[in-house]
Structures are given as C-alpha cells and as structure tokens.
C-alpha cells in the first residue's frame, strides 16, 4: 500500500477530528493517548488511538486501568506503523489481538464534488427517511440506531441522500473537525447498489464541504468493504491501515 506521509501535527489533528466526528460520552488525553470512553457500536468511539507514530508503551498501564475504572473492555485503535512496533508487542503481551483491518484514507472536497453530477439532497439532520436505509436489512439496527445517535451529536454534521424518483436509497454522512472534514455512514440498499446512487452522495458531502471552505477530508474503510474502490474514484489515497486491539 502506498501510503501518503503526514507530519506529526498532522497525525494529531486527524485523529483528534476523527474521535470528535463521533462524539464518546468522555474523551481523556493520557500521554500522547488519545481515549475516547463510550460504551457502543462505534469502534473509533471506545478505542486509545496514538497522536503520534513514534511512540512506546510507557502510558499502556494507565490507559488500560481507565478503561478497566469504567468498566469498559480496554481497546486501542493502532495504525500498522514502524514506530509504534514496541507499542503492539505490549499489548500482544497483554493478551489484546488485532482485529478489523481498516484502510484510513484522506483526499479532497474537490475531487468529490466532481464525482457525480446526479442529484442528491442534504439535510442537517437525519429524517425518518434516511434513517430508514441506514437501518435497512442486512444490518444490524440495534447497533445502527446507536450509530445515528453518536453521529447526530457530532458538532455541524450534514446528511446526504440519493434516490430514484422520490424514493432514498443511499445514505452519508459528513462531520466537520478542526480542520478535517470526515465521511460516515455511507450505506445503500441492497437492492439499488451499482447504480451510481453512492457517488451522487460523496459528491453532494464533497460541494458540502466546498461551500464551508473545507479541503482536507478523511474516511476509514475496512479492508474486505468492495467500497474501496468507489472511493478510489473519489480521490481518496490511503494513509495508513490499523487495527482494533482488543
């Protein structure tokens, strides 16, 4: 994977967007730790992410124990990086495992707008409507109605929506971080998927951000998620791949 080269600051400012873009009950800073506390479905909302990638384990313990305080189940969110090697031996050591390889990646509101030129509708807030294709079969709607209420409480979000007629059959969701704007919740229906209904929503999240002077976007996929390639087309390069170490 050819991943793109981002600063330390860079790094710190990325990750402190993507935790804010699904809005834990509680977030501490243990170190160079950034730990989000929240008992849900939302992986990045629950899991100790570095803010940087040169770092040791020196603050695992303390991590660990506020997790374990609360009486959440400790997890880390850590990216495949040389420099955090000594850092996934200790939790190797501590009995965590990696799991959910997910590909991080980054590109621009430009090339997202340019995407499609179908039409898409926004809202800034999400309708029974929209809800109800995020919910649709082949989820879990449990676990997805907790994830709408996460990103409900992310400041300034918007939602995008696509469709046949009159009808929404694909859904997204767009967060606004310190500088980063964030792609979430990107979900089509099963039975309207190969339409073009995905691109007409990045593209309207893409001019979403255009309109607030917003360049710089981030997504995470996971790495089986077919996604990966309408995102390509997006514009989007990969950063990074982590894991969640639980």
Known sequence: MNAVALSRDEIATLERDTVA???PSEVLEIDDWLVPLENGPIGRAKSAVPLRHDLGPDAIGEVVTAYLDRGLPPAFRMADAPGLAAVRAELARRALAPQQPTIFKTGSSGAMARLSDGPAMLFSEPGEAWAAVFLGDG??????????????????AVYAAAGEGAEIQAVGVM????????????????????????????????????????????????????????????????????????
Not at 215 to 237: I, K, M, T, W
């Open 21 to 23: 873009a699904v809005a």
């Open 175 to 246: 967060s606004f971080g310190q500088r980063w704007a964030g792609v979430h919740g990107m979900r089509t229906a099963p039975a309207h998927r190969g339409k073009g209904l995905a691109a007409r929503v990045l593209a309207t999240l893409g001019a979403a951000a255009q309109a607030r002077g917003v360049q710089d976007v981030f997504l995470q996929v996971e790495e089986a998620n077919p996604a990966r390639r309408l995102y390509r087309r997006a514009g989007f390069s990969p950063i990074w791949r982590y894991h969640y170490w639980r």
């Open 139 to 156: 989820f879990d709607a449990d676990a997805d109605a907790q994830r709408i209420a996460a990103l409900t409480r992310s400041p300034d």
